[in-house]
């Protein structure tokens, strides 16, 4: 992205002569500027570029939706939702402009007319995953990965869009994959450890790299050679350097292609490469899809299928149960208990040995009621829906006896009151408070909440985590999505089991029984053996945890080398991702 930007700044001195549309000539340069400054994270600097491509052609969609892109990046959410308006008045069959006009009003709660939008991506994604404007125009993916397991999709519809997605970066790594030559890895003998590798751009103070900190020195390194490949440099951050220090072999390939990334990886001989990213910011799929180790695994970092680009995913039985694994197009690989390291908390969160006190927590300082039973939710407010919501309501409506705490998120809060008073609800009723300094978060979580109301269309996967280490029960409510399902995974390994709701009547009576002072006994009983429980339970034991993935990792390899021999030995062989996605698409079984 370096040299493309400076071959288009020098571009950008002068137009050539004689062009005959001057004007799309200089739209699209400053909006391919814009662009490449937005890929190197110069997102300030990217939008007058932007400015100037709508000054030129002021019925340029993509310039309007990448200036939207940039701000949604900054945080300034208003602006962003006035560019992909504009965006969607120009052209209202225009997915990509869609999609992330509904992502956008999404994340500040702006539910107007969402609904109806949202059906109107439907119908169009059921004619096309793939939007291009004019001939001009790459063609884009129609639904971004985030969103088709954000948004209120089918299964059927999200692995629709994410096997179109994932076909898109196989095909295109087909195309330079003749560049690579893939060795095998070395054979795994008595001379030869087994060689895993996790691969990120997370290695740092993000959700992923704090979850995952704990497991590298957790591996047998009598049996297990573990890799750590960083694709982001340094935060300066103890997490990162956390990772650095406690992986066996830690490289970092900021700098390096796409195929150097691979090329590297298959010269360390990688028997497993685990993909941590996902379909997130910072994606490595473009290199696992290059397949530099035989077995590509989808981990952590992204609640959805690859959509063809690895040959495996890590679940649980309850998270992703095995009839749903037709929404998937890789090899479903089982923890036996829960597959994701949300909970090294002993090591993060050490301090809370100690049941928390509202004595020594008092709510009124940070704007809590003193004197009610005080729900919780601190989701990211993408993950609020007007269902999730209306039950809310029904808990909250003309209960005296509780309040729910909610974090004040930008743009957020407004937009809540003003839907929690069209249904009934007082303003007393719900406090905001200021997102909670990080070294003192959980102490008051653990304190002031009494029990964690989860969201419907998405869960709490590292929060509900930590609301257990906290000694908090949480309501949640399972649907078909793993990441509607992964509370339920962590509610069903603990004392709080009881409170995953049936459906929607039974989440609002489960509340509302826990709201009623006559039941404060057994909701506190509960409390305290989530709290008993913590050091014995699976889900917070991170060596058994990383012992158990270790086995797992072995059974998929021997199984893999059994499969490869056996297609050997009758002259077959084995099909790449890229093969199943030009013969008919994402592959389902």
């Known amino acids: 992205w370096k040299r493309a930007l400076q071959f288009l700044q020098r571009a950008a001195v002068s137009v050539p002569r004689g062009s005959s549309s001057p004007d799309i000539f200089c739209a699209q340069l400053y909006n391919n500027l814009g662009g490449a400054l937005h890929a190197l994270s110069r997102y300030e600097e990217s939008l007058p570029e932007f400015d100037k491509a709508i000054r030129h052609a002021p019925n340029m969609i993509m310039a309007f939706v990448n200036k939207g892109e940039a701000l949604r990046v900054l945080g300034r959410w208003s602006e962003a939702i006035m560019c992909t308006a504009m965006a969607t008045s120009l052209d209202g069959a225009h997915a990509v402009a869609l999609s992330n006009h509904l992502m956008y009003k999404q994340n500040v709660c702006d539910w107007k007319d969402w609904e109806l939008a949202f059906r109107r991506l439907v119908r169009l994604l059921h004619h096309d995953t793939i939007t291009r404007a004019d001939p001009s125009e790459e063609a884009t993916p129609s639904v971004s990965p985030y969103q088709a397991i954000t948004f209120p999709f089918t299964a059927y519809e999200t692995l629709q869009v994410l096997g179109s997605y994932g076909c898109d970066i196989v095909e295109k790594a087909r195309k ?93 001989g990688i028997h497993v490469l685990v993909d941590l990213n996902g379909h997130t910011l910072g994606a490595c799929s473009h290199v696992v899809a290059l397949q530099p180790a035989p077995i590509t695994i989808f981990d952590q970092g992204f609640a959805g299928s690859s959509g063809g680009v690895a040959t495996h995913f890590n679940a649980d039985k309850v998270s992703l149960p095995p009839e749903y694994a037709y929404h998937y197009t890789e090899q479903l690989m089982y923890m036996p208990h829960f597959s994701n390291p949300l909970n090294d908390h002993r090591e993060t969160f050490g301090y809370l040995a100690e049941r928390q006190s509202r004595l020594d927590y008092p709510p009124g300082p940070i704007g809590l009621p003193e004197d009610k039973f005080i729900f919780g939710c601190f989701n990211t407010a993408y993950k609020y829906s007007p269902g999730v919501l209306d039950a809310w309501a029904e808990v909250l409506r003309g209960n005296s006896n509780a309040s729910l705490w909610l974090l004040r998120w930008p743009e957020v809060e407004e937009n809540l009151r003003s839907e929690a008073r069209a249904r009934g609800v007082s303003d007393e009723a719900v406090a905001f408070t200021p997102v909670l300094p990080k070294e003192t978060h959980l102490r008051y979580k653990a304190a002031l909440t009494d029990v964690f109301l989860d969201t419907f269309a998405f869960n709490g996967h590292g929060t509900v985590s930590q609301m257990l280490w906290a000694g908090v029960p949480s309501i949640s409510l399972p649907a078909e999505r793993i990441g509607q399902r992964i509370a339920s995974a962590l509610l069903l390994s603990s004392p709080a089991a009881p409170f995953i709701a049936r459906d929607e009547a039974d989440y609002v009576a489960l509340a509302l029984a826990a709201s009623d002072p006559r039941n404060h006994p057994q909701v506190q009983h509960v409390r305290e053996q989530i709290h008993a429980e913590r050091m014995t339970t699976p889900l917070f034991d991170i060596k058994r945890f990383v012992s158990d993935y270790e086995r797992l990792l072995r059974i998929v390899w021997e199984a893999y080398v059994a499969g490869l021999s056996a297609a050997e030995k009758e002259g077959q062989r084995v099909k790449t991702n890229a093969e199943i996605c030009r013969e008919g698409g994402a592959a389902t079984s």
Request: aromatic share 8%; no cysteine.
């Open 176 to 268: 330079i994959a003749s560049l690579l030559t893939i060795a095998p890895p070395p054979p795994i003998d008595e001379g030869t450890r087994f060689r895993v590798a996790y691969l990120s751009s997370d290695f740092g103070e993000h959700t992923t790299g704090v979850n995952v900190v704990g497991i590298f020195k957790q591996h047998n390194r009598d049996r297990v050679h573990v890799f750590a490949y960083a694709t982001s440099p340094p935060d300066g951050s103890r997490t990162r350097k956390r990772t650095e220090s406690e992986a066996e072999t830690f490289r970092d390939l900021t700098e390096l292609s796409s195929l150097q990334m691979a090329f590297a990886i298959n010269a360390d």
